[in-house]
């Protein structure tokens, strides 16, 4: 079904909430809105209906085994639509919340079957973004809402990434600027002996071992332990740009460099549009698509935007600098792997 989207730009010296009015309205009718978070920007609808959830899947074309994430405004609306929530939960959320840390907690009789992927699990998560804050309280519902893009592409960190994938697909698109951490929350399960981290995010495994010393990466599970049931979503091939992707894991600088140059200068890349996305300050211009990052956290607040930009200048190559995966290192690298057409390792 195609719809008429329309376009709010968020106006920061204007009253908020009568900004997000209609937006509200659209989500308690059933309707779907897309708006910033502090990660990502999110597709969002009334959790607590069904036939909204549902036309979320339709809308990014995202296979219906794939669970959703439950967005509050509130840390007294989790014990709602979570049962048996652990005293851990409460330390977390008391050291966490809000920002990008998603819970998987017992799910209650009110979040429906198509949130969850038929899990009796649900994902709960309290946006650190006033402007998805004000939205949740004034639609007075639970929105349940997965990332803003068309699946298997890359997250949108902007309005404009949202348009690109769902134009006619919503009903509103929220512009509030770029995200903050660009990159998706860090998805925890602590309903598993021992707890495991699905997703690494901003809020990192070095922190969250602080609270749990046992928790385990997803990535540590045997193929036996069964990964896609414990994450439904790790098994899709994600955050791919049309350009194709080659991760170098590099020791250094020089040694990636001197694999760009290598590259630059084979007869098969000869004619292709190379674009060259790096952790480190490089020492030439070896494109005019370079990009560096400089720190892992600035890495992962442009990843996205820079694949959907080298895309869009139609880059044929991307040639991506390895960061060393531990912090927020660890977000970045589970997302590059995902994005990775090949890697090498040098
Ligand atoms: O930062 C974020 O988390 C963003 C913003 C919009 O909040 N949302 C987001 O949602 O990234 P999505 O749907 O793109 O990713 C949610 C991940 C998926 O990998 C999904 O499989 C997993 O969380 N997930 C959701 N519910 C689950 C459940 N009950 N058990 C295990 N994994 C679950
Ligand atoms: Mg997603």
């Given at each position: ?26 989500i308690?009718?059933g309707g779907l809105v ?8 999110g597709l969002g609808a009334n959790a607590l209906n069904a036939e909204a959830v549902k036309s979320i899947f339709a809308a990014k074309?995202r296979?219906a085994?794939n669970p959703v994430i439950v967005h ?35 799910k209650?009789?009110e979040i429906p079957m198509e949130v969850t992927a038929g899990?009796?699990?649900v ?18 519902v639970p929105i349940a809402a997965p ?200």
């Amino acid at each position: 079904m195609v719809k008429k989207t329309k376009y709010l730009k968020i106006d920061e010296s204007k009253n908020l909430s009568e900004q997000l009015q209609e937006a509200a309205d659209i989500i308690r009718n059933g309707g779907l809105v897309a708006f910033p978070t502090e990660t990502v920007y999110g597709l969002g609808a009334n959790a607590l209906n069904a036939e909204a959830v549902k036309s979320i899947f339709a809308a990014k074309n995202r296979p219906a085994d794939n669970p959703v994430i439950v967005h509050i405004a509130n840390q007294n609306d989790l014990s709602r639509y979570a049962i048996e929530v652990p005293n851990i939960a409460k330390t977390l959320i008391h050291a966490f919340w809000p920002g990008p840390l998603t819970l998987v907690l017992r799910k209650s009789a009110e979040i429906p079957m198509e949130v969850t992927a038929g899990s009796e699990t649900v994902t709960i998560r309290f946006p650190d973004h006033k402007i998805a804050q004000e939205l949740i309280r004034l639609a007075g519902v639970p929105i349940a809402a997965p990332s803003a893009n068309t699946s298997g592409r890359p997250s949108p960190t902007t309005a404009q990434h949202v348009l690109q994938d769902l134009d006619g697909k919503v009903d509103l698109i929220i512009d509030g600027g770029p995200t903050n951490v660009g990159v998706e929350s860090t998805v925890l399960d602590i309903t598993s002996q021992p707890p495991l981290l699905l997703r690494p995010g901003q809020v990192t495994f070095e922190e969250l071992q602080a609270f749990l010393p046992d928790l385990q990466l997803l990535t540590q599970l045997t193929a036996e332990e069964n990964v896609t049931v414990r994450s439904p979503g790790m098994k899709y091939k994600h955050y791919s740009p049309k350009s194709t992707v080659l991760l170098i894991h590099a020791h250094d600088r020089a040694t990636f460099e001197k694999k760009v140059r290598e590259v630059l200068s084979s007869e098969k890349h000869q004619l292709q549009k190379i674009g060259v996305l790096s952790l480190d300050e490089l020492s030439e211009k070896f494109s005019p698509y370079q990009v560096s990052a400089k720190t892992p956290s600035k890495y992962a607040h442009i990843l996205f935007d820079i694949f959907r930009n080298f895309e869009e200048q139609e880059v044929e190559l991307i040639l991506v600098q390895a960061v060393p995966a531990t912090g927020v290192g660890r977000a970045v690298m589970d997302r590059l792997t995902r994005a990775a057409d090949e890697e090498v390792w040098i």
